[in-house]
């Protein structure tokens, strides 16, 4: 069984340069239409994504098997599964080892220094926790996690959380978060119409 603890300490291990994982293989049925491909400040929101997360660490698409700028791209492993776990469980298997940083396609607010601050916690997963919500798709999970996410999905499972109940857990709360310069925008999902509009009136 896992165990949570409160954040505070920082990860102190020398640390290779990590992967950003960005999720991109969705249907965004929601959105009606690709959301990788909606148009965002003078790009696409992928590129936007991708732009912003360049500087935390080498930047992986995953879900698909194209991706702007050269970036890599990689399939899903299971075609049976699909959803967030199983592109967690796709890249930490691709790169084993390295310590991934997870984002949604549909995180185009994301701060960079808030990958980066999250980077600097322990645990095996590092999880911003904001109004009771575990903001699973815009957080830090290291190599231990690898063997959580396959027993989950091999027991036909597709929730992270449940994954995250198999290893040590550091919950990023807010008084932490907003420390850092943080309002909730890097995990704010624009995922209709709607949403996109919110986001952009709530942060330009």
């Excluded at 199983?86 to 185009?108: M, N």
């Excluded at 095996?124 to 999970?141: M, N």
């Excluded at 499972?157 to 978060?177: K, M, Q």
Aim: charged content about 25%.
């Amino acid at each position: 069984m896992g165990s949570t603890y409160r954040c505070g300490q920082p990860y102190r291990r020398i640390m290779e340069r990590p992967i950003v994982a960005v999720l991109a293989g969705g249907e965004s049925t929601r959105m009606g239409s690709d959301k990788a491909a909606i148009p965002f400040a003078s790009s696409t929101m992928l590129e936007t994504v991708l732009d912003s997360v360049s500087t935390v660490g080498d930047p992986i698409v995953v879900g698909r098997t194209r991706a702007p700028h050269g970036v890599l791209a990689i399939p899903d492993r299971r075609t049976d599964s699909r959803g967030p776990l199983t592109g967690l469980e796709t890249v930490l298997r691709h790169e084993p080892g390295r310590t991934v940083v997870l984002v949604a396609v549909d995180h185009p607010f994301v701060q960079p220094q808030t990958l980066r601050d999250m980077l600097a916690l322990e645990g095996d997963a590092v999880i911003p926790l904001d109004a009771g919500w575990q903001q699973v798709t815009c957080a830090v999970y290291r190599p231990p996690f690898l063997d959580a996410a396959s027993e989950t999905l091999d027991n036909g499972c597709r929730s992270i959380i449940t994954a995250l109940g198999l290893v040590t857990v550091n919950l990023v709360h807010e008084d932490t978060w907003r420390s850092w310069g943080e309002d909730g925008r890097s995990w704010f999902s624009v995922d209709t119409p709607e949403r996109l509009k919110q986001g952009l009136r709530r942060f330009g």
